[in-house]
């Protein structure tokens, strides 16, 4: 994971650095650093915890200068302390790095010839690379960057600079993103993990492909592969929109991001259907006669995507009446799936930059598979690397934890699955209730929302418990799951979901007056089994919090309490009972007092596999 950044130009390097580490701190906040190169030597800030913390530390006076890298940072090889803090430098403090991936024969090369003398001084695979890139610097930056790489394994994206060549930077990637921006007169270069922290700049942009390396200097930059052919790369124009990060009056972007779903939800469909309700999507590029064609259809995503992504799948096969299997991103490669000419992948992410995602992608595309994209950021990775792209138009997402990406997910896959099926065999008007009722959503989303203070009175009751059953059947099954999952994540409790049915198979022995289940009922097939199901739980002095539509009978005489919800399809229940179990989750997590917007030991963005 973590963010890495470079710049080289007319401005003030550390801010420009810490600027866009600020924009990168998405990607990891467990520690942050900068170094530069000031008259003739290295020099460094560090600090655990986020880029506040190392903003404190570092005095502006006398750091006027031209050249830094920054990096932000997500443990993994090491704890989140100060000396793990990037940037590493070697022994001889001539190099400095940063590193976003992971080095996978770190140890070996540790404990090789060349390194079993060098004393390292953090715990992490990176530092590696800084004295690796020292022993094989023989005065050509270029050439020890290459030497560098070909004895790494793993995954990389690196920017270094060297005290001996203060007007020079060097930039490498394998597997992880990389971004390098300049201006048209080439008077400031900016190296960054993604786009996102070009914000508010006209660039020429290049993305680098695996093992190419960049060497900016004397105002140009040169791309080099590993045999030092130079490549030649065309920029692409990118008009970056400013990003601004405003709570908008809310306690937390979470709960801003809750309340934006009226409109992100509408933003995902209103556009895309026009007065007769066709269905057409912006620069769609997959061939209709392929579409008709499709015999499969595998969705690949992680966490909240990934949950979206098994919605999807029942949605899907209904409509479009063809096999549709949901994977797990991180376990796809390692299946032998079964590709055939006519499979499309589907790749579900809010960030577009998941590394198991990308990994899954990687495996399709090496199968000749035809790929879309469902994708939140634009010019993301996961966007650029498929046939075609429906994005989510649901606007920034801070908060680590995923809301109105997770619910627009939904809105664009109902919306692609009903374009698919009408393709294939679905008679228009089989779909005009259901395109209706989607058209009533954002409404409903909105009654939903203004429960919030009876929500927070049920979370205060809760929110001593330890231990949570989320069930659900059918698609209240998933919607179970990514309850859990936001519940865990925010207020580091323990949330298991469970297909009710599953309870009497296992987990029912787990079930005493101490435990909450939190039951998912708006699904009409399933009511009459979930409630049987319910009863079950309460037979062994379960707590139950019922999330039930208004014209359910029966559940308040089986449930302690009931959050009543606008009535629905089946197929649409997901919607409000998704935006009262994210409030449920938010106000525990508030009585509890975790850090809601930043839960510790995750990211935004998760780019290691
Ligand atoms: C949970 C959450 C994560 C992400 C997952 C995939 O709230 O945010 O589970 O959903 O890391 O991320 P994307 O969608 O960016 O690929």
Not at 127 to 145: G, M, P, R
Not at 272 to 292: G, P, W, Y
Not at 538 to 567: C, H, M, P
Request: proline share 2%; aromatic share 8%.
């Amino acid at each position: 994971m973590c963010g890495i950044f470079g710049y080289l130009g007319s401005k003030n390097s550390i801010k420009a650095c810490l600027t866009g580490l600020k924009l990168l701190e998405y990607r990891g906040y467990d520690s942050a650093g900068i170094a530069a190169i000031k008259k003739g030597r290295l020099i460094q800030f560090k600090a655990s915890g986020k880029i506040k913390a190392l903003e404190k530390k570092i005095n502006m006076k006398d750091l006027k200068l031209n050249l830094a890298i920054g990096h932000t940072r997500w443990a993994t090889h090491g704890p989140a302390i100060e000396k793990n803090a990037h940037p590493h430098l070697d022994e001889k403090n001539s190099v400095a790095i940063v590193h976003n991936g992971i080095i996978e024969n770190y140890n070996i090369l540790k404990k090789s010839f060349k390194l079993k003398q060098t004393k390292f001084r953090s715990e992490t695979d990176s530092e590696v690379i800084a004295q690796l890139f020292s022993i094989n610097y023989k005065n050509d930056l270029v050439l020890a960057t290459i030497e560098t790489l070909k004895q790494l394994k793993g995954s990389l994206a690196i920017v270094a600079i060297h005290k001996d060549h203060p007007n020079e930077i060097i930039a490498a990637k394998r597997e992880s993103p990389l971004a390098i921006g300049y201006d048209d007169k080439k008077t400031e270069f900016i190296i960054s993990s993604d786009p996102n922290a070009f914000s508010g700049r006209n660039l020429n942009v290049i993305f680098l492909k695996n093992d190419e390396i960049a060497h900016i200097k004397n105002g140009d930059i040169t791309v080099i592969d590993l045999k030092n052919n130079k490549i030649l790369k065309t920029p692409q124009k990118l008009n970056s929109k400013n990003l601004t990060f405003s709570k908008k009056g809310f306690d937390h972007y979470l709960l801003k991001e809750i309340f934006d779903q009226p409109i992100t939800v509408q933003k995902a469909f209103i556009d895309r259907l026009t007065e007769n309700d066709e269905i057409e999507f912006e620069n769609f590029n997959l061939d209709k006669k392929f579409l008709k064609s499709i015999d499969n259809i595998i969705i690949t995503a992680c966490g909240t995507s990934y949950h979206a992504s098994l919605i999807a799948k029942t949605f899907l096969q209904e409509k479009a009446k063809i096999f549709i299997s949901s994977e797990i991103a991180s376990e796809m490669r390692f299946k032998n799936l079964i590709f055939t000419k006519n499979t499309l992948v589907i790749a579900i992410s809010q960030s577009g930059e998941t590394a198991d995602t990308v990994a899954a992608l990687k495996t399709a595309k090496e199968n000749n598979a035809k790929t879309l994209a469902i994708v939140n950021v634009q010019n993301s990775t996961i966007s650029r690397m498929c046939d075609s792209s429906i994005f989510l138009k649901a606007g920034l997402e801070v908060s680590v934890c995923s809301t109105k990406a997770f619910s627009s997910q939904i809105t664009v896959l109902y919306l692609f699955a009903i374009y698919l099926a009408r393709l294939k065999n679905m008679k228009k008007k089989e779909s005009t209730s259901f395109l209706n009722e989607l058209k009533t959503i954002p409404r409903k989303i909105k009654k939903t929302l203004k429960d919030f203070d009876l929500i927070h009175e049920k979370a205060k009751k809760y929110s001593q418990y330890e231990n949570f059953f989320f069930l659900g059947r059918n698609l209240m099954y998933p919607t179970a799951m990514e309850a859990a999952l936001k519940l865990k994540e925010i207020s580091y409790l323990n949330a298991n979901a469970y297909p009710a049915g599953e309870m009497k198979h296992g987990p029912l022995a787990l079930i005493d007056s101490k435990l909450i289940v939190i039951a998912f009922c708006a699904n009409k097939k399933t009511y009459d089994k979930m409630l049987s199901n319910l009863m079950e739980a309460k037979a062994r002095n379960a707590q139950i919090l019922a999330f039930a539509t208004k014209k359910s009978y029966g559940i308040e005489d089986i449930a302690d309490d009931v959050i009543w919800l606008e009535e629905t399809s089946d197929e649409l229940a997901i919607f409000p009972s998704t935006v009262a179990s994210q409030l449920f989750a938010y106000f525990i997590a508030k009585i509890r007092k975790t850090d809601i917007d930043h839960p510790r030991n995750l990211a935004k963005t998760v780019t290691v596999e």
